[in-house]
């Protein structure tokens, strides 16, 4: 059974750094993994969407890498800035359903 | 380009009461269509699913129902509400077969 996990839960950091969230998941066998953000009490905005077959996709700032073999993707965001201050959530989607699994999410703020 | 609407934005309704929220999306044809719900503070359940006109899968047992009259129209539906049945539920779609979710803004549903 597929598990994603991300690490830090939370993360708080001053404006400008650049920074670094981690999501790891169990099963390898997969369609592609995304990135979103939400804001507190708004929808899911995507961000970055990686097939499999790719490593990594990168948006402005934003630069998403995979690595199916180690089960592990890594969300880069340069030169912070407080309007990125958002739940950032990975999801999975699997090879034999259309189902995303979901991590928990992390948190960020960023100092002004 | 690919647009997805929600409605409404925010509903009180009463216990008992029935639900009608619809999403539709532009710009597309033949998506996979999905609602999710999202608890307080909790992570996003998938509650339903549809590859096709007519077909809806359900993720899970619950006071709740979904039908896709059109191509591009979801609706999720409740005869009577319960307590239980308040969050933001969010209605998204994918290409087939492994393009990314793209979700829409989401409706905040308080049952009083």
């Known amino acids: 059974k597929q598990e994603v996990t991300q690490i830090p839960a939370a993360l708080s950091v001053p404006e400008g750094e650049n920074l670094v969230l981690n999501c790891s998941f169990t099963?390898?066998?997969?369609?592609?993994l995304q990135w979103f953000r939400q804001d507190p009490g708004k929808g899911l905005t995507s961000l970055l969407l990686?097939?499999?077959s790719q490593r990594e996709q990168t948006s402005g700032r934003l630069n998403a890498s995979l690595d199916k073999s180690s089960g592990r993707s890594t969300l880069y965001i340069a030169a912070s800035q407080p309007g990125d201050s958002a739940t950032y959530l990975c999801a999975v989607r699997g090879d034999s359903n259309y189902q995303l699994i979901w991590g928990a999410g992390t948190k960020l703020i960023i100092k002004p | 380009s690919q647009t997805i609407h929600q409605w409404p934005a925010t509903l009180v309704q009463p216990v008992g009461s029935p639900l009608s929220l619809e999403c539709t999306v532009e710009?597309?044809?033949?998506?996979?269509l999905y609602w999710y719900r999202q608890a307080a503070g909790r992570g996003l359940q998938l509650l339903f699913y549809?590859?096709?006109?007519?077909?809806i899968s359900s993720e899970v047992p619950q006071n709740l129902s979904a039908s896709r009259p059109q191509d591009r129209q979801f609706i999720l539906s409740s005869k009577k509400l319960l307590l239980s049945d308040s969050g933001f539920y969010l209605c998204?779609?994918?290409?087939?077969?492994?393009?990314?979710?793209?979700f829409g803004s989401g409706t905040r549903l308080t049952v009083v």
């Open positions: 099963d390898s066998a997969i369609y592609n």
């Open positions: 998204a779609w994918s290409r087939p077969p492994s393009g990314g979710y793209t």
């Open positions: 549809s590859v096709g006109i007519g077909q």
């Open positions: 710009g597309t044809s033949n998506p996979n």
């Open positions: 990686i097939q499999s």
